[in-house]
Structures are given as structure tokens and as C-alpha cells.
């Protein structure tokens, strides 16, 4: 649905969500190469702050771990490859960063750029005396020598670098692990080991260090010439580092001095908003700079494809997509007039609509702050609830007892929709549409739902309980559930103060298998899409296979008359 209320503009695009299951894609070859040395040097921190961690055992047995740290890391090979990855992570980094056109960018993406910023400064005279000395001067870095010359003058400073570097690498990898499902489903224990393992590295660090200083037992074998070759190659390092960060950070301001005299292109989007901007910056970072909300998951780096937009005007201008835009929309069975922001430079004047809903902050423009204004695609969880043989119970009752059950039937099954995080989406004569999973993952979402059945139930019961003696025939109420992509967005009264619904076959599915309930004598048929997505089972259903019209492969659900065995957990 657009953000002018034209449910057919996206129909294209509801496929990619459908499809897009099959794992991240892995970005083009700068890309790889900065993700690839960056694990390498993630595996060197690991093995160290590992190291560090059996200090709280006691001095020797960091020495004696140190001895599989050194042999895997100090040999020719393990040198060459970290010196390699080291080199190459940074010079990827720096180029990254020259390329940018703004540095209006996410949080986590400043966090990322400012603490690689301040790596090199504390890590270049640490890695002078570990690597520098033992080269030149034959020192041997063991952990008697390096935890005296640290404690405690440098012990602030170097207890900071462990933390900056660790924080560094857990961000690079959560946006990069975050795209796979296994990583979602172990995101707790992931984070208990990114918080406990720079715990024990610093605690065992700080044990070992004072353990020594109060042995006093070690003679340090730095001369004090060579501590001024150490602060003199340091400084020298450093001012090449930090040279060329500044080169980088320069040549943004260049890029957008120059672009104050290019001409400009317009970039329309939803709702008739424009904004201009100069040809060469990304889509993306077009609409960062003027402060229109775009997801992008991966930062970027064409993994994710969740910064897809769907090209309405201007399309015959763009040229192909590259290689690894290319691959990822071919993943996801993107329709042809659908690209990613973050890989497409418009060069002429464009119209787009985004295709997957994004939060925008609270100071973003008023148009803006609502995601479904502009027609947003998610995957959700989809309920029809219907009142059975309505035209039969209310056959020659008053106006009043139709019209007072009718209400006490949708207000509380409403009510049960509503306590499990659903949304009422709308009220269909004695039918109700609901839609679970907008605001969460998917799992959350198809759980709310069966646990809102369950909820249902219970008002099915209290309502047949209730109601007086000239109703006759017992009150039964029968619910369809399926879950699929959607496209999500506010229809009619110019978009902005619109109903929200969603559109799409996921509620086509829906409402047919409410229908089966008839043929199946049943209270809930689910589709199996909607168990798989909850990961639950239900072994006392009964299954069956229906046939929808216009696909191929039949669907199957389950149905149950009684949900009395049906268990939910929680999340």
C-alpha cells in the first residue's frame, strides 16, 4: 500500500518477505575482506582476553595458556595473517569512511566509528613493546614482564583498551550475526558472553598485576632507551594512523564542499514529501541527511535488504544494480523496479516508496513519525473471528437482546485480542479481524495470537453461560489464523488519519480458514505457517490439507474443537 492509500503500488514487493528466509547475503568484495579480517582479528582478542582471564587463577597459569596463544599467533604464519588482517581491516575502514557523504548516521554506526577511532591510539604503543621490542631488541613479552610495566600507572589505560576493542567487536558482530535466525534464538546467551568475558579478562588482568606488585620478586628488562624508542616509534605510528583518518574525514568535507555547486535532483517519497540533494551520496544517506526514516539493518553494507524501496518514477535513469545489490535482490525474488537505498546513487530526479517499516525518533517531522503512513511490509500473524449461525440465534428476538449480545460479544472478544498485544483491525458484521506481530518479531506475534484463542475460547463459554432463554441455539464462535507477509498502512482520509489494516493473501488465508471451521466442525483452524512461526507443536489436532485458489502447493492447517490441550509459552 503507498502512503496515499493505493493498496496495489507494493503488490510487487510482498514476494522479497516471503523468500527472504534464505540467509544474509554477504555484501560485495571490500565488504567480505572487512568482515573476514575482522573475525581474524576478533579470534586474536578472544585467545588473548581469554589468556588474560586465567589470571585469576595465578600468574603462571597466564604463562603457561600464553604458551598456545604465542605458538598459534607468534610463528610466521599467525604473524603474517594478523599483521595482514589488521592492515586491511583498517585500510577498508578508512575508505569506508572517506566514501561516506554524511556522518548523520545511526547510533551504533557512530559508536562503531568513534571507538575504531580510538583503538589505534592506546593499542599502537602496546603493540610496539609486545611485538616492537621482541623484534629489535630480542625482549620477551611474558606476562611477569608485561603486567609489572602496566600496574598500576598504565593499568586505567590498558583496562579501557580491552573494553573499547571488546565493545568494538560486539557491535560488529551482533549487526552482522543479528541477520541470522540461530543468532536470534541464542541472542541471551550471546549476550551473557559478550558481557562476562571482558569481566573475567579484566578481572584476572587486575589479580595477576597486583599479585605481582606485591611480590615485588620481577626486574622489568626494559632499558629506558629502549622505552624512548618505544615512545618515539609509537608516536611515529600513530601520527600515520591518525594522518590518514584525518585525510578521510577531510575528504568528506571536500565531497560536500564540491556538491554546494552541483546541481541538484529531487527525491520525492510518500505523501508528497521532496527533498533535494546532490548527485553521488546513496539513497540512503540522502534520506539521512534530510532526516527521513529508513531501516537498515546491516548499516549499509548490502546484507540485509531491509532498506529496499520500491523505484515509482526515474527507474529508466538508474543504472544496473552491482554485483552484490544484485545478489541480494535476486535472493529475496525482488520484482524489477525494487533496489536497495543503500547501494543506489540516483544521478536524476526519483520517486520511491520504502518498503519495510521503520521507528522514526521523536524529533523526526510530523509526517514522518507514523511508519504505516507511507505502507510498510512485515510479516504477521492474521485472526478472523466470526459468531456462527449469527442470522439463526437472533431469528425473532427483540432489537435490543441482538444488538446487547452482539456488543458483549465483540467488546470482550476485543478485549482478549487486545490483552495478548493484538490489534483490532476491523469489525466485519458479527466478524472481527485482528493482526499480531506488528511492533514484535514473528514468533512473539503468531504466540499472542494462539494465546488470544484461548482467550476467545473463554468469552465463547462465559457468553453461552449468559445469555437469557430466548436465545435457543448455543453460542459458537469459530477463528481462521495464518500468518505471511502483509503490507501494513493507513487507507483512506488522506492516509495520516486513516484506518490501518493489513493487505495481502495472508488475510484472503485467513479469512478461508475461519470458513473451515464449518466443514471441520471445529473452534480454531491454524495453518501450519502459523505453528512453525510460533515453534510449537500441537500433537492432538487434526490435519488436513486445503486447496487455495490461484496456488499450487495445498496448505495445511490444523484444527481443534477444544483448546484445552493447546500450550503456549511465553514470548
Same mark, same amino acid.
Given at each position: 500500500?503507498?502512503?496515499?492509500?493505493?493498496?496495489?503500488?507494493?503488490?510487487?514487493?510482498?514476494?522479497?518477505?516471503?523468500?527472504?528466509?534464505?540467509?544474509?547475503?554477504?555484501?560485495? =568484495?571490500?565488504? @567480505?575482506?572487512?568482515?573476514? +579480517?575482522? %573475525?581474524? $582479528?576478533? &579470534?586474536?582478542?578472544? !585467545?588473548?582476553?581469554?589468556? /588474560?582471564?586465567?589470571?585469576?587463577?595465578?600468574?603462571?597459569?597466564?604463562?603457561?595458556?600464553?604458551?598456545?596463544?604465542?605458538?598459534?599467533?607468534?610463528?610466521?604464519?599467525?604473524?603474517?595473517?594478523?599483521?595482514?588482517?589488521?592492515?586491511?581491516?583498517?585500510?577498508?575502514?578508512?575508505?569506508?569512511?572517506?566514501?561516506?557523504?554524511?556522518?548523520?548516521?545511526?547510533?551504533?554506526?557512530?559508536?562503531?566509528?568513534?571507538?575504531?577511532?580510538?583503538?589505534?591510539?592506546?593499542?599502537?604503543?602496546?603493540?610496539?613493546?609486545?611485538?616492537?621490542?621482541?623484534?629489535?631488541?630480542?625482549?620477551?613479552?611474558?606476562?611477569?614482564?608485561?603486567?609489572?610495566?602496566? =600496574?598500576?600507572? @598504565?593499568?586505567?589505560?590498558? +583496562?579501557? %583498551?580491552? $573494553?573499547? &576493542?571488546?565493545?568494538? !567487536?560486539?557491535?560488529?558482530? /551482533?549487526?552482522?550475526?543479528?541477520?541470522?535466525?540461530?543468532?536470534?534464538?541464542?541472542?541471551?546467551?550471546?549476550?551473557?558472553?559478550?558481557?562476562?568475558?571482558?569481566?573475567?579478562?579484566?578481572?584476572?588482568?587486575?589479580?595477576?598485576?597486583?599479585?605481582?606488585?606485591?611480590?615485588?620478586?620481577?626486574?622489568?628488562?626494559?632499558?629506558?632507551?629502549?622505552?624512548?624508542?618505544?615512545?618515539?616509534?609509537?608516536?611515529?605510528?600513530?601520527?600515520?594512523?591518525?594522518?590518514?583518518?584525518?585525510?578521510?574525514?577531510?575528504?568528506?568535507?571536500?565531497?560536500?564542499?564540491?556538491?554546494?555547486?552541483?546541481?541538484?535532483?529531487?527525491?520525492?517519497?510518500?505523501?508528497?514529501?521532496?527533498?533535494?540533494?546532490?548527485?553521488?551520496?546513496? %539513497?540512503?544517506?540522502?534520506?539521512?541527511?534530510?532526516?527521513?526514516?529508513?531501516?537498515?539493518?546491516?548499516?549499509?553494507?548490502?546484507?540485509?535488504?531491509?532498506?529496499?524501496?520500491?523505484?515509482?518514477?526515474?527507474?529508466?535513469?538508474?543504472?544496473?544494480?552491482?554485483?552484490?545489490?544484485?545478489?541480494?535482490?535476486?535472493?529475496?525474488?525482488?520484482?524489477?523496479?525494487?533496489?536497495?537505498?543503500?547501494?543506489?546513487?540516483?544521478?536524476?530526479?526519483?520517486?520511491?516508496?520504502?518498503?519495510?517499516?521503520?521507528?522514526?525518533?521523536?524529533?523526526?517531522?510530523?509526517?514522518?513519525?507514523?511508519?504505516?503512513?507511507?505502507?510498510?511490509?512485515?510479516?504477521?500473524?492474521?485472526?478472523?473471528?466470526?459468531?456462527?449461525?449469527?442470522?439463526?440465534?437472533?431469528?425473532?428476538?427483540?432489537?435490543?437482546?441482538?444488538?446487547? %449480545?452482539?456488543?458483549?460479544?465483540?467488546?470482550?472478544?476485543?478485549?482478549?485480542?487486545?490483552?495478548?498485544?493484538?490489534?483490532?483491525?476491523?469489525?466485519?458484521?458479527?466478524?472481527?479481524?485482528?493482526?499480531?506481530?506488528?511492533?514484535?518479531?514473528?514468533?512473539?506475534?503468531?504466540?499472542?495470537?494462539?494465546?488470544?484463542?484461548?482467550?476467545?475460547?473463554?468469552?465463547?463459554?462465559?457468553?453461552?453461560?449468559?445469555?437469557?432463554?430466548?436465545?435457543?441455539?448455543?453460542?459458537?464462535?469459530?477463528?481462521?489464523?495464518?500468518?505471511?507477509?502483509?503490507?501494513?498502512?493507513?487507507?483512506?482520509?488522506?492516509?495520516?488519519?486513516?484506518?490501518?489494516?493489513?493487505?495481502?493473501?495472508?488475510?484472503?488465508?485467513?479469512?478461508?480458514?475461519?470458513?473451515?471451521?464449518?466443514?471441520?466442525?471445529?473452534?480454531?483452524?491454524?495453518?501450519?505457517?502459523?505453528?512453525?512461526?510460533?515453534?510449537?507443536?500441537?500433537?492432538?489436532?487434526?490435519?488436513?490439507?486445503?486447496?487455495?485458489?490461484?496456488?499450487?502447493?495445498?496448505?495445511?492447517?490444523?484444527?481443534?474443537?477444544?483448546?484445552?490441550?493447546?500450550?503456549?509459552?511465553?514470548?
Amino acid at each position: 500500500m503507498t502512503a496515499s492509500g493505493s493498496p496495489s503500488a507494493p503488490s510487487s514487493a510482498a514476494v522479497p518477505l516471503a523468500k527472504a528466509k534464505a540467509g544474509p547475503a554477504w555484501g560485495n =568484495w571490500r565488504q @567480505r575482506l572487512r568482515l573476514w +579480517s575482522g %573475525l581474524i $582479528l576478533f &579470534v586474536f582478542c578472544l !585467545s588473548h582476553f581469554s589468556n /588474560h582471564a586465567l589470571g585469576i587463577i595465578s600468574v603462571n597459569a597466564m604463562e603457561e595458556g600464553s604458551l598456545w596463544h604465542y605458538w598459534i599467533w607468534r610463528n610466521p604464519v599467525g604473524e603474517a595473517t594478523l599483521l595482514i588482517a589488521a592492515v586491511t581491516h583498517v585500510s577498508l575502514a578508512l575508505w569506508r569512511t572517506a566514501k561516506r557523504r554524511t556522518l548523520k548516521i545511526p547510533p551504533w554506526e557512530f559508536a562503531q566509528l568513534v571507538l575504531g577511532f580510538y583503538i589505534p591510539w592506546s593499542l599502537i604503543p602496546h603493540v610496539t613493546v609486545t611485538m616492537g621490542l621482541n623484534e629489535n631488541f630480542g625482549f620477551l613479552p611474558t606476562y611477569h614482564q608485561m603486567l609489572t610495566s602496566l =600496574w598500576p600507572n @598504565r593499568g586505567v589505560a590498558q +583496562s579501557i %583498551l580491552l $573494553l573499547v &576493542v571488546w565493545t568494538h !567487536s560486539m557491535i560488529g558482530l /551482533h549487526f552482522w550475526l543479528r541477520l541470522y535466525p540461530i543468532y536470534r534464538r541464542l541472542k541471551y546467551a550471546a549476550l551473557a558472553f559478550a558481557i562476562a568475558l571482558p569481566v573475567l579478562a579484566l578481572w584476572g588482568f587486575i589479580e595477576g598485576a597486583r599479585r605481582l606488585e606485591l611480590t615485588k620478586d620481577v626486574k622489568l628488562k626494559i632499558t629506558p632507551e629502549q622505552y624512548d624508542w618505544v615512545f618515539e616509534t609509537a608516536d611515529q605510528a600513530r601520527a600515520v594512523v591518525f594522518g590518514l583518518i584525518a585525510v578521510s574525514l577531510l575528504v568528506i568535507v571536500f565531497r560536500y564542499l564540491i556538491s554546494l555547486t552541483a546541481q541538484k535532483l529531487t527525491i520525492t517519497y510518500p505523501g508528497g514529501l521532496s527533498v533535494k540533494a546532490k548527485p553521488g551520496a546513496t %539513497l540512503l544517506e540522502i534520506s539521512r541527511m534530510n532526516d527521513v526514516p529508513l531501516t537498515s539493518v546491516c548499516g549499509g553494507r548490502a546484507r540485509c535488504s531491509t532498506c529496499r524501496v520500491k523505484v515509482l518514477n526515474g527507474g529508466d535513469h538508474l543504472g544496473d544494480p552491482a554485483p552484490a545489490e544484485a545478489a541480494v535482490l535476486s535472493r529475496i525474488g525482488a520484482a524489477d523496479d525494487v533496489r536497495l537505498a543503500c547501494q543506489l546513487r540516483p544521478q536524476h530526479n526519483i520517486e520511491v516508496q520504502p518498503l519495510v517499516a521503520v521507528k522514526a525518533k521523536a524529533s523526526t517531522s510530523e509526517h514522518l513519525k507514523d511508519a504505516y503512513y507511507w505502507g510498510v511490509e512485515k510479516e504477521v500473524s492474521v485472526m478472523f473471528v466470526d459468531l456462527r449461525n449469527f442470522t439463526g440465534i437472533t431469528e425473532s428476538q427483540l432489537a435490543y437482546d441482538v444488538v446487547h %449480545l452482539l456488543n458483549s460479544y465483540l467488546d470482550q472478544a476485543s478485549l482478549a485480542i487486545r490483552e495478548q498485544g493484538g490489534y483490532v483491525d476491523k469489525f466485519i458484521g458479527d466478524g472481527i479481524m485482528a493482526i499480531f506481530g506488528m511492533d514484535t518479531d514473528a514468533r512473539t506475534g503468531a504466540r499472542q495470537a494462539l494465546r488470544a484463542t484461548k482467550g476467545i475460547e473463554e468469552v465463547m463459554r462465559s457468553l453461552d453461560a449468559e445469555k437469557g432463554p430466548q436465545f435457543r441455539d448455543s453460542i459458537r464462535l469459530g477463528i481462521g489464523l495464518h500468518f505471511g507477509p502483509a503490507i501494513l498502512g493507513r487507507i483512506g482520509s488522506a492516509g495520516a488519519n486513516g484506518g490501518l489494516t493489513a493487505l495481502g493473501d495472508v488475510v484472503n488465508t485467513a479469512s478461508r480458514l475461519e470458513t473451515e471451521n464449518k466443514n471441520h466442525n471445529s473452534f480454531l483452524a491454524v495453518s501450519k505457517d502459523v505453528i512453525d512461526a510460533a515453534e510449537i507443536e500441537l500433537p492432538d489436532a487434526n490435519t488436513s490439507e486445503i486447496k487455495l485458489r490461484g496456488k499450487e502447493i495445498p496448505l495445511q492447517i490444523f484444527t481443534l474443537n477444544r483448546l484445552d490441550t493447546l500450550v503456549v509459552p511465553q514470548g
